[in-house]
């Protein structure tokens, strides 16, 4: 290494001739081609010898800031590194009486630290928490002549437009009548609401869509379903033009025209019940006792949600731009601004002022618990069973709060 750094300073004073003959010297010595010799002598002298060790940086954030998203991770429920990065502000103040350890410093590391670095310092534990979708509702065929089909992207800048959805609880077989999740999101907000009903039968679905309309902190003015039965029936068609309320659907088999419905079907309600069968009277009050207590507030208050704001296509590659991620309530609250702010947004933005979202968090875990706890004291079949059952898939808190469940049990 000296001998290179010698070479290195005779090779930048030396003139044409004289560079020529050191170079004829130091690839004798070295075997060295003599355009990588030229390259070699031409560095500064402080740069590193090839071969040698690259020099690592220390890590940046300590074992205590991992400790401390981890935790904050958990118990909103396993977010994403981009909503998890950005409900950090709401939840740091809440999290100061529940974690130890948690100084100033640590609250600076982590509202510096990037989505992408989230990931790497949760990449072991995401393995852990992975599962997926299975719907059972089949497409109907009454009325579609008279409820257009919705082929365009959505494009609205005020909230209102709704995408809505059923999810079935009927575990690995769908004979008898067992519990439905009616998930309604809005698409300028995100915000959702999300209501259990027995069946799927017309009324029952148009009672609980009532109930989510009088729940919204603003008006419902369209909805955009699947073809299923239990939306496309005189009755909602009905309900819908007497509260004027535009009514639209999908084309069949195309679930990319609900694609942002499809996606809080997994956020909402399969990552927090799972895939079990639910068909007594209990449990669908337990269900329900989650959507419209801890597990509402929590999803619209507290959990960021981002939006696709464009998408390019070069060829064969398509690049997708997002906004900011932002809380439904945030996106509400900006669409009003310069106005005054309706009683119901002035409501919910004191509710979230004053409520601890890890306490929220443990409400949904409580109230869950006592969902399973349902599940387990139903009556077994009396038949033994001849053939093994392979276990079905559930989401990541489903999986936590069954585990907690059974151990205290």
Same mark, same amino acid.
């Given at each position: 290494?000296?001998?290179l750094?010698?070479?290195?300073?005779?090779?930048?004073k030396?003139?044409?001739? =004289?560079?020529?003959?050191?170079l004829d010297?130091?690839c004798?010595?070295?075997?060295?081609h003599?355009?990588?010799?030229?390259?070699?002598?031409?560095?500064p +002298?402080d740069t590193p010898v090839?071969?040698?060790?690259r020099?690592?940086?220390?890590?940046?954030y300590?074992?205590?800031?991992v400790?401390v998203?981890?935790?904050?991770?958990?118990a +909103?429920?396993?977010?994403?590194?981009?909503?998890l990065?950005a409900?950090?502000?709401?939840w740091l103040?809440?999290?100061?009486?529940?974690?130890?350890?948690?100084? @100033?410093e640590?609250e600076?590391?982590?509202?510096?630290?990037?989505?992408?670095?989230?990931?790497?310092?949760l990449?072991?534990?995401?393995?852990?928490?992975?599962g997926r979708i299975?719907?059972?509702t089949?497409p109907?065929s009454?009325? =579609?002549q &008279?409820?257009?089909?919705k082929?365009?992207?959505?494009?609205v800048e005020?909230p209102g437009y709704?995408?809505?959805?059923?999810v079935s609880?009927s575990?690995p &077989?769908?004979?008898? !009548?067992f519990?439905?999740?009616?998930n309604v999101?809005?698409i &300028?907000?995100?915000?959702?609401e999300t209501?259990?009903i027995m069946?799927k039968g !017309?009324?029952?679905?148009?009672? +609980?869509? !009532?109930?989510?309309?009088?729940?919204?902190?603003?008006?419902?003015k369209?909805?955009?379903s699947d073809n299923g039965s239990?939306?496309?029936?005189?009755h909602? /068609?009905r309900y819908?033009?007497?509260h004027r309320i535009?009514?639209?659907?999908?084309r069949p088999? =195309? =679930?990319?025209?609900?694609a942002?419905?499809?996606?809080?079907?997994w956020?909402?309600?399969?990552k927090?019940?799972g895939?079990?069968?639910y068909?007594?009277p209990?449990q /669908?009050?337990a269900?329900?006792?989650?959507?419209?207590?801890?597990?509402g507030a929590?999803?619209?208050l507290y959990?960021?949600?981002?939006?696709?704001?464009?998408?390019?296509?070069i060829g064969?590659?398509?690049?997708?731009?997002y906004?900011q991620a932002?809380?439904p309530l945030d996106r509400?609250?900006a669409? &009003?601004?310069?106005k @005054?702010? @309706?009683?119901?947004?002035?409501?919910l933005?004191r509710?979230?002022?004053?409520?601890?979202?890890?306490l929220?968090?443990k409400?949904?875990?409580?109230?869950?618990?006592?969902l399973l706890?349902i599940d387990?004291?139903k009556?077994?079949?009396?038949? @033994?069973v001849?053939e093994k059952?392979?276990?079905?898939p559930?989401g990541?808190?489903y999986?936590?709060?069954k585990a907690?469940a059974?151990?205290?049990?």
């Amino acid at each position: 290494m000296n001998g290179l750094k010698m070479y290195q300073k005779r090779y930048r004073k030396a003139d044409r001739a =004289k560079r020529s003959r050191l170079l004829d010297e130091f690839c004798r010595q070295t075997g060295y081609h003599r355009k990588y010799a030229i390259r070699l002598l031409g560095q500064p +002298a402080d740069t590193p010898v090839p071969g040698a060790a690259r020099r690592r940086r220390g890590p940046t954030y300590s074992a205590a800031s991992v400790r401390v998203l981890a935790t904050i991770w958990k118990a +909103a429920g396993y977010p994403w590194s981009t909503r998890l990065k950005a409900l950090l502000p709401h939840w740091l103040p809440w999290a100061r009486g529940h974690i130890r350890g948690l100084t @100033p410093e640590v609250e600076r590391a982590l509202l510096q630290m990037s989505p992408r670095q989230m990931d790497r310092r949760l990449q072991d534990k995401k393995r852990q928490l992975k599962g997926r979708i299975y719907g059972r509702t089949k497409p109907g065929s009454l009325l =579609k002549q &008279h409820i257009p089909i919705k082929t365009d992207h959505w494009d609205v800048e005020d909230p209102g437009y709704c995408e809505i959805d059923l999810v079935s609880h009927s575990g690995p &077989h769908a004979s008898g !009548e067992f519990v439905y999740s009616l998930n309604v999101t809005d698409i &300028h907000t995100g915000w959702c609401e999300t209501r259990a009903i027995m069946g799927k039968g !017309e009324t029952g679905v148009v009672r +609980a869509l !009532e109930d989510i309309r009088q729940a919204l902190p603003f008006a419902l003015k369209g909805i955009d379903s699947d073809n299923g039965s239990e939306f496309i029936n005189h009755h909602l /068609l009905r309900y819908c033009k007497k509260h004027r309320i535009q009514f639209t659907r999908s084309r069949p088999y =195309k =679930k990319d025209d609900n694609a942002h419905i499809e996606q809080k079907n997994w956020t909402h309600v399969r990552k927090l019940v799972g895939w079990d069968r639910y068909d007594t009277p209990a449990q /669908l009050e337990a269900i329900q006792a989650l959507y419209t207590g801890p597990w509402g507030a929590m999803m619209n208050l507290y959990q960021p949600c981002v939006k696709l704001k464009e998408k390019l296509r070069i060829g064969a590659r398509i690049t997708r731009r997002y906004d900011q991620a932002q809380t439904p309530l945030d996106r509400l609250i900006a669409f &009003h601004a310069g106005k @005054p702010l @309706p009683k119901a947004v002035q409501a919910l933005r004191r509710q979230r002022a004053d409520t601890d979202p890890f306490l929220l968090s443990k409400d949904v875990d409580k109230t869950l618990g006592a969902l399973l706890r349902i599940d387990t004291q139903k009556e077994k079949p009396k038949t @033994p069973v001849l053939e093994k059952q392979s276990p079905s898939p559930r989401g990541g808190r489903y999986n936590q709060t069954k585990a907690q469940a059974s151990s205290s049990w």
